[in-house]
């Protein structure tokens, strides 16, 4: 999975990293949807043929021809001939593709799936978010945002209160070009400009495997990764009770760890050289951030990361 986004850098104290390879009316439609000679089309959500939707600004509908594999809420379309195209009377309000509606403003669009002749007309009604709170204390540090009133199993509820969060610190939602409707993960990432001690922070709603976790990583300097600096970091983030410093998973990585019990959280942090794309070597520090679980009393030597639903 690769990620849509330019270099980022971060610091922390005088430690500067090396730069990484681091969002109404009801249509119309054909009688019936049923099959002309000019070309036929169905639009289907949930199985059930869709005239109208209404979402909220930010939302993002997939559109998929393959209704086995549609995600939640997900737009099924069955069209003769094959390639349909789909347009929006206001991209300003609603911006349409073959692969995704996106809400981009209140106000009302007419989205047109069109196979041929034959067309099917949604009405799309766009409304402003519900105005959501956040609490600046639920940061940790001042770069990675845990609710404190909401289970991890519920993390993919948390998006429009993580946007108002990382939104105060100038951080800007994006996605990985293999996740483009956020099915996964939620990707935060500072703005061009704003000093940083993370390049990203990951929240995987929906891993390939094991538990829901949040990711924080940055390049850092070779050199960085040391006992003083392990302990720095994992101070910096609330992570200070129990901590393992100078040690190694279960299959060598360098790594450290640490719980903030106040929160009911558990940090396991590694670390694995890289080198940038001219050639020059970075230590690439991963804080991987849990729930507490029995394993984290055990010794590093005895875990390994959770699983990223992508390759880095």
């Given at each position: 999975?690769?990620?849509?986004?330019?270099?980022?850098?971060?610091?922390?104290?005088?430690?500067?990293?090396?730069?990484?390879?681091?969002?109404?009316?009801?249509?119309?439609?054909?009688?019936?949807?049923?099959?002309?000679?000019?070309?036929?089309?169905?639009?289907?959500?949930?199985?059930?043929?869709?005239?109208?939707?209404?979402?909220?600004?930010?939302?993002?509908?997939?559109?998929?021809?393959?209704?086995?594999?549609?995600?939640?809420?997900?737009?099924?379309?069955?069209?003769?001939?094959?390639?349909?195209?789909?347009?929006?009377?206001?991209?300003?309000?609603?911006?349409?593709?073959?692969?995704?509606?996106?809400?981009?403003?209140?106000?009302?669009?007419?989205?047109?799936?069109?196979?041929?002749?034959?067309?099917?007309?949604?009405?799309?009604?766009?409304?402003?978010?519900?105005?959501?709170?956040?609490?600046?204390?639920?940061?940790?540090?001042?770069?990675?945002?845990?609710?404190?009133?909401?289970?991890?199993?519920?993390?993919?509820?948390?998006?429009?209160?993580?946007?108002?969060?990382?939104?105060?610190?100038?951080?800007?939602?994006?996605?990985?070009?293999?996740?483009?409707?956020?099915?996964q993960t939620y990707l935060f990432?500072?703005?061009?400009?704003?000093?940083?001690?993370?390049?990203?922070?990951?929240?995987?709603?929906?891993?390939?495997?094991?538990?829901?976790?949040?990711?924080?990583?940055?390049?850092?300097?070779?050199?960085?990764?040391?006992?003083?600096?392990?302990?720095?970091?994992?101070?910096?983030?609330?992570?200070?009770?129990?901590?393992?410093?100078?040690?190694?998973?279960?299959?060598?990585?360098?790594?450290?760890?640490?719980?903030?019990?106040?929160?009911?959280?558990?940090?396991?942090?590694f670390m694995k050289k890289e080198?940038?794309k001219n050639g020059q070597e970075?230590?690439?520090?991963?804080?991987?951030?849990?729930?507490?679980?029995?394993?984290?009393?055990?010794?590093?030597?005895?875990?390994?990361?959770?699983?990223?639903?992508?390759?880095?």
């Amino acid at each position: 999975m690769k990620l849509k986004m330019k270099k980022f850098f971060a610091a922390l104290g005088a430690l500067a990293i090396v730069g990484m390879v681091a969002v109404g009316c009801q249509g119309k439609n054909t009688p019936d949807n049923k099959p002309t000679d000019d070309g036929s089309i169905t639009v289907k959500q949930s199985g059930k043929e869709v005239t109208a939707l209404t979402l909220n600004v930010g939302d993002k509908v997939e559109i998929t021809t393959n209704a086995a594999s549609a995600a939640d809420g997900a737009l099924v379309v069955v069209a003769k001939p094959s390639n349909f195209t789909v347009t929006s009377s206001d991209a300003k309000v609603v911006a349409a593709s073959n692969t995704a509606l996106e809400a981009k403003a209140a106000g009302e669009a007419k989205v047109t799936f069109a196979a041929g002749k034959a067309k099917v007309e949604v009405a799309v009604t766009v409304k402003k978010a519900e105005e959501v709170t956040f609490n600046p204390n639920n940061f940790l540090g001042k770069e990675i945002y845990v609710p404190s009133d909401k289970k991890f199993e519920m993390m993919k509820d948390w998006k429009a209160e993580l946007l108002k969060a990382y939104g105060s610190i100038n951080w800007e939602f994006t996605t990985y070009d293999d996740d483009k409707n956020s099915e996964q993960t939620y990707l935060f990432v500072p703005k061009d400009g704003v000093q940083s001690v993370l390049g990203r922070v990951t929240f995987v709603h929906k891993p390939t495997s094991g538990l829901k976790f949040i990711s924080a990583e940055a390049g850092y300097k070779s050199g960085f990764w040391k006992e003083e600096t392990q302990k720095a970091l994992l101070d910096l983030f609330g992570f200070v009770d129990n901590q393992k410093l100078g040690a190694k998973l279960k299959d060598e990585t360098p790594a450290a760890a640490g719980e903030n019990k106040a929160r009911g959280l558990d940090a396991l942090m590694f670390m694995k050289k890289e080198k940038t794309k001219n050639g020059q070597e970075y230590e690439h520090v991963t804080l991987q951030i849990s729930e507490l679980q029995s394993q984290s009393a055990t010794t590093l030597s005895k875990r390994m990361p959770y699983n990223m639903p992508y390759k880095l």
